[in-house]
């Protein structure tokens, strides 16, 4: 029981006591009074009569007077006894029943004694009269008046439960704000609160503010740390980008699951002569700013990823061939713009791969390399011819008829991979959409299509098509499963409240749904995230992040978006078991997620030691192909929730899929 109800149960119960009691006795007072009031009119009665009989000459006189006054009907009993004992005059009449209950009568009764009075002809004593008035009028009066008490004394109750549930609200205010400050603390949410009037609350209040400030500024302090880790383990120190090692190992994953992309290099010189003229300072400078305006234009486009080769020359990846002809002219206009302010005659040179036909990230690169010299001849850039996955990808409005007419036409289903736990439970299952744009062709990962789909403005579509599929699966056999969301479809006109009606159609299932999207620098998005999911939370679906670590100083969002778990990209994994960088990175990232109160998920792990090292670390889940041997090593576990035969290929591949 809660302290507001047992203070209202103790507030009313003292209340009901007090008003209880003044009914009590306000009815017994008034009882005594009418005891008086009855015991004196039959002394007085019994007086005056006897004083009439005095006047009376003889005994037929008295009985006359006695009878006529008995006929008045005031009288229950009118008694005339001489002194021999004899009963002169004895006139007697029953008592009519009061109008009132019986049990009030009882509880309550006015037995009052007769009145008597001796009566004389001159000095002689005829005899001892006695007047016994009647009663009911008093226990009537006794009645109305215990009633009448008892209407005022409520209405007095009432008024004063109002009041006191007034009081108690005002009371309860404060503390239900300590109680959610309290709660959002426990979730990783560092909420102050004001302070309330009360001065008895005014301390605590400013204790747990106390506490939170403290407490904010820890975890500011420990997401700096985990974002210094990460510089030292992936970043680049100059130009905050990705290291070589770390661009090559993402292309190379990428290419590993023929995903389409482009890739632009670009490169700044002559930073030697600029060195040797303007001093190492000034070069840093400029390879800084080079950097900063490529890191803007990855994190503009989704599944960008951009790094530092070597020296002068920098690297740009994009999800779709045909972009990366778009983009060569104003990624050299911006570089350009961001260098002439140092007016050291920096020269910038973009070279732009529509299609990567190579083996490998090395390949690939060797391959476009010689296009910057070629775009030092043609005004800083350099556009290889496209190959077949660049033409092919050029017809936007092409590409938008077959994957809406696939959306239409119902051509989709979603793949699974399992998110296990330490001990080989299944946390959900991961659940990519894929497409038959053709009809007669292969269902297709969303790599293919999904950069395509998001430019010609397709994502609420894809998404509404995934959830529903996930909420038809999971009303199948009860496994959860994760979608993945795009943060443009949380902001579409319409988009929430159609998948929130289709999670109030199926509450059983909408229980068991996973929905996440793509960790984002733009406070916007995150703002719509919030305002979306909250109708969605309501239904039980557990809300997420994808792709996360690349930001770790960001994390602090994460707080308002009330999230339940953060799945970390395999980028800033790999290696943790060998590379003591790595490893204490994601040591650091784990611990920051959990102070969050969020399960921390590793994605695309592909190697068996470093997922043993992941489990040593603190992480409650992972995925990728590494989980595959895993599960083969423990029999014990369910075979359903390997993936299929078909989608294995494409396993360590799920979270580039969106």
């Known amino acids: 029981m809660t302290l507001a109800r047992r203070m209202a149960l103790f507030i009313a119960g003292l209340l009901m006591l007090a008003l209880g009691g003044a009914l009590v006795i306000h009815t017994v007072a008034a009882r005594d009074v009418l005891h008086k009031q009855q015991d004196v009119r039959n002394r007085d009665g019994a007086a005056a009569l006897a004083l009439a009989l005095s006047q009376q000459p003889d005994l037929v006189a008295m009985k006359s007077v006695v009878t006529a006054q008995f006929d008045l009907g005031h009288y229950r009993a009118i008694r005339l006894v001489s002194g021999e004992g004899q009963a002169l005059v004895d006139l007697q009449q029953p008592t009519p029943a009061p109008r009132t209950p019986a049990w009030f009568a009882r509880l309550l009764p006015l037995d009052v004694a007769a009145g008597t009075a001796l009566v004389s002809a ?10 016994a008035a009647h009663t009911a009028w008093a226990q009537e009066a006794l009645w109305a008046a215990a009633v009448q008490s008892a209407s005022l004394l409520a209405g007095l109750a009432l008024l004063s439960a109002g009041l006191t549930t007034l009081m108690l609200r005002a009371w309860q205010r404060p503390l239900h704000a300590t109680v959610l400050q309290a709660q959002a603390l426990a979730r990783g949410q560092f909420v102050e609160a004001r302070l309330p009037r009360l001065p008895e609350l005014q301390a605590l209040t400013r204790s747990m503010n106390t506490t939170v400030r403290r407490l904010r500024e820890t975890f500011a302090g420990q997401a700096e740390q985990v974002a210094y880790l990460q510089r030292q383990a992936q970043l680049d120190n100059l130009t905050g980008l990705p290291l070589r090692q770390q661009f090559i190992e993402h292309v190379d994953r ?4 023929h995903d389409a992309m482009g890739l632009l290099l670009v490169r700044v010189s002559p930073l030697e002569q600029i060195n040797d003229q303007h001093g190492r300072e000034t070069a840093d400078n400029v390879l800084r700013l080079a950097g900063a305006v490529l890191a803007r234009f990855a994190r503009s486009e989704p599944d960008s990823f951009a790094g530092r080769l070597a020296g002068p020359d920098l690297a740009l990846v994009l999800p779709m061939p045909g972009m990366a002809a778009d983009i060569a002219p104003a990624l050299l206009r ?45 005004e800083g850039v350099f556009i290889a011819p496209p190959g077949l996955a660049g033409s092919a990808l050029s017809d936007l409005s092409a590409w938008q008829a077959q994957i809406s007419a696939a959306l239409v036409e119902q051509r989709a289903h979603i793949g699974e991979y399992p998110v296990l736990d330490a001990r080989g439970h299944l946390v959900h ?17 969303a790599s293919k299509w999904l950069p395509l789909a998001r430019r010609c403005g397709l994502s609420p579509q894809v998404d509404v098509t995934a959830i529903s599929l996930a909420l038809q699966a999971i009303a199948q056999d009860g496994k959860p499963r994760a ?6 479809s949380l902001a579409s006109e319409g988009f929430v409240n159609d998948v929130n009606s289709r999670l109030a159609n199926s509450p059983r299932a909408a229980a068991l749904l996973w929905v996440e999207w793509v960790e984002t620098g733009n406070r916007g998005d995150w703002q719509a995230a919030v305002d979306a999911t909250q109708q969605w939370r309501r239904h ?17 969002r994460l707080r308002d978006l009330g999230l339940d778990y953060v ?64 599960q083969l090593a423990k029999p014990e576990m369910s075979s359903a929730l390997a993936p299929s035969t078909s989608d294995r290929a494409d396993e360590t591949s799920s979270h580039s899929a969106y």
């Open 334 to 378: 911006a570089v350009r713009e961001a260098v002439a302010p140092l007016n050291v005659g920096a020269q910038v040179c973009v070279a732009a791969s529509p299609g990567l036909q190579a083996d490998n990230a090395d390949s690939a690169l060797a391959m476009a390399t010689p296009g910057l010299a070629q775009a030092a001849l043609n």
């Open 567 to 630: 799945k970390v990209d395999a980028r800033h994994l790999r290696g943790v078991a060998q590379d003591t960088r790595v490893r204490a990175y994601a040591l650091s990232l784990a611990g920051l997620i959990r102070l969050l109160g969020l399960k921390a998920l590793a994605e695309g792990v592909d190697n068996a030691e470093d997922l043993a090292m992941l489990w040593q670390l603190g992480f409650d889940g992972a995925t990728g192909s590494a989980m595959r041997s895993w």
């Open 254 to 257: 990428r290419m590993s699951h």
């Open 540 to 556: 039980g679906v557990h809300i997420g992040i994808e792709h996360a670590g690349g930001a770790p100083e960001q994390l602090a």
């Open 483 to 488: 979608v993945n969301v795009e943060l443009a």
């Open 429 to 445: 299952l991961e659940c990519p959409l894929r497409l038959q744009l053709d009809p007669d062709g292969q269902y297709q990962p």
């Open 122 to 131: 001159g000095w002689r004593e005829v005899g001892t009269l006695s007047v």
